[in-house]
């Protein structure tokens, strides 16, 4: 049976992989990503439409504001469906399998601790260097979904293309600002738990080695009443 002090961190482990998890999850099955206020001018000059799209990586929404401040009647859209351009397309698939790969890195990472708290496994990967490893790549996995969706929007106009879509009168863009969701940065506390998970286990595996390295204490460092010539 595993010693209360390794039951305990890895406990702790545990429960920072099993949050990551459940957050892996909001963040794929909501849609507050990004608000994104576009504006174009008609046909008529003197007239402007603004429209204010709220997506996620499946499904989103589309509520028009004429000039005047009249708004038109949310419609919501499907992502995938919507989509014609190539690269903002390949992005959005990307991101959905890495996050997939991240989603399924946390899950390993839950079952690494979680055994590690019923057990002694005598495989080493099961250990410290497994749950280093799938948390490490949890990290990085969704430290790039963070840096790939504001490119798809800011370089590859991902917001823009969405809005013309449900605006189908020919218009003229003008501007855009964006505003980035909790779906999103959601993402900046699941690298959070990542590193706190690292911590954790860091400080058991350096406990233990110390522990074992005093359990292995050379006999030059033994008392000299013991030693036996």
Not at 71 to 82: G, Y
Not at 106 to 127: D, E, I, K
Not at 191 to 197: G, P, S
Request: with cysteine; net charge neutral.
């Amino acid at each position: 049976m595993p010693s209360r002090e390794k039951t305990l961190l890895f406990g702790g482990a545990f429960c920072g992989s099993a949050g990551s998890f459940v957050l892996l999850c909001v963040v794929l099955a909501t849609r507050s990503w990004v608000t994104s206020d576009i504006r174009f001018a008609g046909a008529n000059s003197s007239l402007s439409v603004t429209l204010t799209v709220t997506y996620g990586l499946f499904q989103g929404v589309c509520e028009q504001t004429v000039a005047g401040g009249l708004h038109i009647s949310e419609s919501p859209f499907q992502v995938a469906d919507t989509l014609k351009n190539a690269e903002t397309r390949a992005t959005n698939v990307a991101i959905i399998v890495l996050l997939v790969l991240a989603l399924l890195s946390s899950l390993l990472s839950a079952g690494f601790t979680g055994m590690n708290v019923v057990s002694n496994p005598y495989q080493t990967f099961l250990g410290p260097i497994g749950v280093y490893t799938w948390n490490v790549t949890n990290g990085i996995l969704t430290l790039l979904v963070l840096i790939l969706f504001p490119v798809n929007i800011e370089n590859y106009g991902l917001s823009v293309e969405l809005a013309e879509v449900c605006y189908a009168i020919p218009t003229t863009y003008m501007n855009s600002k964006n505003t980035y969701g909790y779906s999103y940065w959601i993402m900046l506390l699941i690298i959070f738990l990542n590193i706190a998970t690292i911590i954790i286990i860091y400080f058991y595996a350096h406990a233990r080695y110390y522990k074992k390295k005093e359990q292995e204490r050379p006999i030059e460092n033994a008392p000299k009443d013991v030693i036996l010539f």
